[in-house]
């Protein structure tokens, strides 16, 4: 069975700090992995990594894929309160049409 | 710019009632879908469409129903609710079935 781990479950920072939450996977023929951010409502997409080792960035956001290992990271540099969130990791697999999502990670920024 | 719209967003129903959850999207997107988010369990797919036409069961969906109504509006029916359906329901929408996906606000549903 396909499945997504997230680790931590949560996590509390003051600002300026730089966190990094981590997503490992087991998925047969995995096509792509997803990164989105809720906050109290919808979640909003903020990546998507299909190839290994090329990074994505937005802003202070950035984000990395390791399909050797099985994982990607997310990592947050110079945390802002507005930054506290569920973030969401989610991987589809070749074979089929739907993204298996992990439980995600609960950050706190606090001033 | 609305996105995607769900309605209602909170619904109080008692065990062995029917409800339909409603959603619309006005980004002309093919696909769409329904999830349902519970504490330590992340969202899972119930039911999704490729295309307007078609739809196809997820991961959980036994006790639903789907109708996609047209391109732009995807139903989600519960004909006799459970308390174990108590949940948080995510209507989203995309491109395509392999693409980043745009949520709803969520419509909280509580059966008692």
């Known amino acids: 069975e396909d499945k997504v781990v997230q680790s931590p479950l949560s996590l509390v920072v003051h600002e300026g700090d730089t966190v990094t939450l981590n997503c490992s996977y087991e998925v047969t023929n995995f096509r792509s992995l997803l990164w989105y951010k809720q906050e109290k409502k919808a979640p909003t997409f903020l990546f998507m990594l299909t190839s290994s080792g090329i990074e994505k960035k937005s802003g202070r956001l950035s984000s990395i894929l390791d399909k050797k290992e099985l994982f990607s990271i997310l990592n947050i540099t110079a945390t802002q309160t507005g930054d506290s969130a569920i973030y969401l990791c989610a991987v589809l697999a070749d074979t089929g049409n739907q993204f298996y999502f992990g439980t995600g990670t609960s950050l706190t920024v606090i001033p | 710019n609305a996105g995607v719209t769900q309605t209602p967003k909170f619904q109080v129903l008692k065990t062995g009632q029917s409800m339909t959850l409603q959603c619309a999207q006005d980004m002309n997107h093919n696909s769409m879908y329904w999830y349902r988010q519970d504490p330590g369990m992340g969202l899972r797919l119930i039911y999704y469409?490729?295309?307007?036409?078609?739809?196809d069961k997820g991961e959980v969906p036994n006790g639903y129903n789907v109708s996609r109504l047209n391109k732009r509006e995807f139903s989600l029916r519960l004909e006799s609710a459970a308390p174990s359906q108590t949940s948080v329901y995510f209507c989203?929408?995309?491109?395509?079935?392999?693409?980043?996906?745009?949520f709803g606000d969520g419509t909280r549903l509580s059966i008692l």
């Open positions: 469409s490729a295309s307007e036409g078609t739809t």
């Open positions: 989203a929408s995309s491109e395509s079935v392999r693409q980043p996906q745009h």
